[in-house]
């Protein structure tokens, strides 16, 4: 079955006055949109990755799972609020509207943006307004990169802890 092109729009940020590192996504795919949450297809291993790189177990419980992003000084959002696409993936994207980074980031003493995957990454060095940002660029936790897994916990690790130094 495929998906048919459609617009979609994403989900609110997740972030909190101590937020230091801001993960950012492309934009939900549909089993997320589904759910109504961040990473919400179990083909992705971001949950797996972040809490295994902050050394805590997966309370697996949605709001849980926030919950213990922000006590951890972790933000959570996506480059795009709208997209058109036909199924999840970011190469099916055939229009996009970025999301307003202005008031987040005015907010929020972020000290570090981890891009999960390159369509993250590629927005985040066309924007001027991530100019002033330490701008990582993470192997995807998406479930096609599942064959690249020690390299890309040991990015993770690396990367969140350098964006969570007090």
Same mark, same amino acid.
Not at 60 to 71: F, G, K
Not at 104 to 113: D, H, N, R, T, V
């Given at each position: #079955?495929?998906?048919? %092109?459609?617009?979609?729009?994403?989900?609110?940020?997740?972030?909190?006055? +101590?937020?230091?590192?801001?993960?950012? !996504?492309?934009?939900? $795919?549909?089993?997320?949109?589904?759910?109504?949450?961040?990473? $919400?297809?179990?083909?992705?291993?971001? =949950?797996?990755?972040?809490?295994? &790189?902050?050394?805590?177990?997966?309370?697996?419980?949605?709001? *849980?799972?926030? /919950?213990?992003?922000?006590?951890?000084? %972790? &933000?959570? =959002?996506?480059?795009?609020?709208?997209? +058109?696409?036909?199924? *999840?993936?970011?190469?099916?994207?055939?229009?996009?509207?970025?999301?307003?980074? +202005?008031?987040?980031?005015?907010?929020?003493?972020?000290?570090? %943006?981890?891009?999960? !995957?390159?369509?993250?990454?590629?927005?985040?060095?066309?924007?001027? %307004?991530?100019?002033?940002?330490?701008? @990582? *660029?993470?192997?995807?936790?998406?479930?096609? /990169?599942? !064959?690249?897994?020690? +390299?890309? #916990? &040991?990015? =993770?690790?690396?990367?969140?802890?350098?964006?969570? @130094?007090?």
């Amino acid at each position: #079955m495929t998906d048919k %092109i459609r617009l979609t729009n994403g989900f609110a940020p997740v972030y909190n006055s +101590e937020s230091r590192v801001l993960i950012l !996504g492309s934009h939900p $795919g549909v089993p997320s949109l589904k759910k109504q949450q961040y990473y $919400g297809n179990p083909g992705n291993a971001f =949950w797996r990755v972040v809490f295994s &790189a902050l050394n805590v177990d997966d309370p697996l419980d949605y709001q *849980s799972r926030l /919950n213990l992003l922000l006590a951890n000084g %972790i &933000a959570l =959002w996506d480059v795009y609020a709208q997209v +058109e696409r036909e199924g *999840s993936y970011d190469h099916k994207i055939t229009y996009n509207v970025l999301n307003d980074f +202005e008031s987040l980031l005015a907010q929020c003493p972020i000290q570090l %943006i981890i891009a999960n !995957g390159k369509t993250a990454y590629n927005e985040t060095q066309r924007h001027p %307004i991530f100019n002033d940002y330490l701008v @990582k *660029s993470a192997l995807s936790t998406s479930g096609l /990169n599942n !064959g690249r897994e020690q +390299e890309r #916990m &040991a990015q =993770w690790h690396d990367y969140l802890h350098e964006g969570l @130094k007090k």
